[in-house]
């Protein structure tokens, strides 16, 4: 996790990002001007409080939504100006998603749940078992891969939407509020979860509201009215924080 | 995404929500059935009826001209017709057909059919005589007064069975029994046995016209028929000028025209039945356009996961094409089941047409499909994002 660990070419390059909602005469800078470069195997929480920007960030870093100008680059392919099923394509290979509902299918079992990235990833019956099964047992929960998700916990659950994400072997770990379901014990141990892949070399985003998650992370990402006005390493970040003004950025 | 893995998805779904399910197959259940039912048992009905018909003579023609003071047919220019005509028509017999009250001594029967016919009409009825023989040529060119009985005349008339070489009046003139027809149906009035044949020129003598104006021609088998029917058409036209004057008609074309009606009558009411399959289709696209909206956030995330537009395409329009080919197999099982339980009550051997089976099979998986394809398009369209956030 240190200097070493990061290589030169950035996994996420975000440059002079711009998203705007229009809703009737109207119009919401919900990202207004964003640059940042994320590397390969950094662990990044970017944090605001509610409006700032950070799902439309997210949105956008997860490919799930593509910018109104400015340029998206992931793993050195520009995504900013793709097609749905290119972006369908791109979150499939490239992206593991953690939601803060866990998002997992009720109809189908923890196994079906955690092979659907697989499935759409063309994978045989035999191989597409292999890899979930695998996942499974990362987070410590393969012998309830026949089980059905209501027949979990909530922290049970969180755990197979983070095999789900990671089955696929993606490059980057994308966590919206990952912790905002869960009590302050399970919210511990899937962070603890989230730190174990980072040092397990895993580029890992996460999103927050909550301070103290976002401390878990090395590097903070502060979002306020659409724009970023800190980037910089945790430490730092609290030194920020501070000396911040309240009146002024909530 | 393959298609298996798309039945069981859809599977999945039906059998999650069975009671909404059978609900929208119920459509294609009754929809399917119906026409199986109805293409069924009008199949069973024709089968009856050209059954019942076919052992009435289906090689046969039946011809009645009306001869004017000027032109005429007669006998001889339709025998040179057949023989004319030999690749299509086997045989010819002039009809003439008169009642009279015969006797025997005191026992008599009134209004006695005596049929004149020429000595082909046994090859060509396929009569079978118990004892002696049938009318021959000499008997008809010499008009001889001598008859072939059936059973029932001879137990009326006499009291033995034994009748050959006896006499019966017919008219008043004695004829000379020289053949008996096998007995058929129980010797019964009005059946078969009832029967008395003579040689064509002696009735037609006896009788009050005393012209030939009905004949029946034997082609070589039903498909002869229409043929026949023409070159008959066409010469008779020849010689008498005006088509009033001709009567042409045989079990044959009478067949044909039963068989128009009710392949006309079995298609318009399938096809009745088939807008129910249309109705249903509807009912599809329905619970479809719900199950959407239902799982908007399930497509959001399938999205999410790298589900492209086809994924999603495929997933639902093999679902609506899965529930209404389910329906449909169903619908044919109940369709063909009360099909034969049908036939069965009414009394007619009705079965479930291949045909009928296949056409709305396919006509509700298609429907399936076409109406299951708007409710996919809308789920593969749907933005991610706003799907993910539904709630
Ligand atoms: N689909 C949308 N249509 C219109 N405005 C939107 C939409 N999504 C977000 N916004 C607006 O953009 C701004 C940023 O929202 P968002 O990215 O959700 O912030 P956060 O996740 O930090 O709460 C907000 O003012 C929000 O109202
Ligand atoms: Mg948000």
Request: proline share 2%; glycine share 10%.
């Amino acid at each position: 996790m240190e200097q070493g660990k990061i290589e030169e070419k950035p996994l996420i390059e975000l440059i002079d990002l711009c998203k705007i909602y229009v809703t009737g005469d109207e119009e919401v800078r919900a990202n207004d001007g964003i640059n940042l470069k994320i590397m390969n195997g950094e662990f990044v929480a970017i944090i605001g409080k509610s409006g700032s920007g950070k799902s439309t960030t997210m949105n956008i870093i997860g490919a799930l939504d593509v910018p109104t100008s400015g340029k998206y680059i992931l793993g050195g392919i520009d995504v900013s100006q793709m097609k749905d099923d290119e972006l369908a394509s791109i979150r499939n290979k490239m992206i593991g998603f953690i939601f803060q509902q866990y998002h997992l299918l009720p109809k189908l079992n923890i196994l079906e749940n955690v092979e659907l990235p697989l499935l759409y990833a063309g994978k045989g019956k035999a191989a597409r078992k292999e890899a979930a099964m695998a996942a499974l047992d990362q987070v410590g929960i393969k012998h309830k891969w026949h089980n059905f998700p209501n027949q979990l916990s909530g922290g049970q659950q969180q755990r197979v939407s983070i095999a789900r994400a990671l089955a696929g072997n993606p490059s980057l770990i994308l966590a919206d509020e990952p912790t905002g379901a869960l009590d302050s014990k399970t919210s511990k141990e899937v962070l603890a979860f989230l730190k174990k892949l980072h040092d397990g070399g895993t580029t890992v985003v996460l999103i927050t509201h909550d301070h103290s998650v976002a401390l878990q992370a090395n590097r903070i990402v502060r979002l306020y009215d659409g724009k970023i006005i800190f980037d910089g390493p945790t430490d730092e970040y609290i030194e920020f924080e501070s000396k911040l003004d309240n009146n002024l950025y909530g | 995404m393959n298609l298996f893995q798309g039945f069981r998805l859809a599977f999945k779904s039906i059998v999650s929500n069975k009671m909404r399910s059978i609900l929208t197959m119920l459509g294609m259940i009754i929809g399917v059935g119906s026409v199986i039912i109805i293409v069924g048992l009008m199949q069973g009905v024709t089968n009856y009826i050209v059954d019942s018909f076919s052992d009435m003579g289906i090689n046969m023609i039946s011809v009645r001209v009306t001869n004017t003071g000027t032109r005429h047919v007669d006998e001889a220019d339709m025998f040179e017709f057949v023989s004319n005509n030999p690749d299509v028509f086997d045989s010819v017999t002039p009809l003439v057909t008169s009642s009279f009250t015969i006797k025997n001594g005191t026992a008599s029967i009134e209004n006695e059919t005596i049929t004149g016919t020429a000595e082909t009409y046994e090859k060509m009825n396929n009569l079978t005589l118990s004892t002696g023989r049938y009318i021959n040529y000499a008997d008809i060119k010499n008009r001889k007064a001598v008859c072939v009985v059936g059973t029932y005349v001879v137990s009326e008339l006499f009291e033995t069975n034994n009748v050959l070489g006896k006499t019966i009046k017919i008219n008043g003139e004695p004829f000379t029994i020289v053949g008996i027809i096998e007995e058929s149906e129980d010797s019964e009035e009005g059946s078969a046995d009832d029967c008395v044949y003579a040689p064509y020129t002696k009735i037609a003598r006896m009788s009050y016209t005393g012209t030939i104006s009905n004949y029946s021609f034997a082609t070589y088998g039903r498909e002869y028929v229409e043929d026949g029917e023409k070159l008959l058409d066409d010469f008779l036209y020849e010689k008498l000028l005006d088509e009033d004057l001709i009567k042409i008609s045989s079990m044959t074309s009478l067949l044909t025209t039963i068989d128009k009606m009710t392949s006309t009558l079995s298609a318009v009411l399938g096809g009745i039945a088939g807008i129910s399959l249309l109705v249903a289709g509807i009912g599809i696209m329905n619970i479809m356009l719900v199950s959407v909206t239902e799982r908007t956030q399930e497509i959001g995330i399938r999205k999410s996961l790298g589900a492209r537009r086809k994924d999603i395409l495929s997933q639902f329009i093999i679902e609506a094409g899965s529930i209404s080919a389910f329906g449909g197999t169903i619908g044919i099982l109940f369709g063909a089941s009360l099909v034969i339980f049908i036939g069965n009550i009414v009394g007619v051997n009705a079965a479930p047409t291949v045909g009928s089976i296949i056409l709305s099979f396919s006509i509700s998986v298609g429907i399936g499909l076409i109406f299951g394809y708007m409710p996919a398009k809308k789920a593969a369209g749907l933005n991610p994002i706003d799907a993910l956030r539904s709630e």
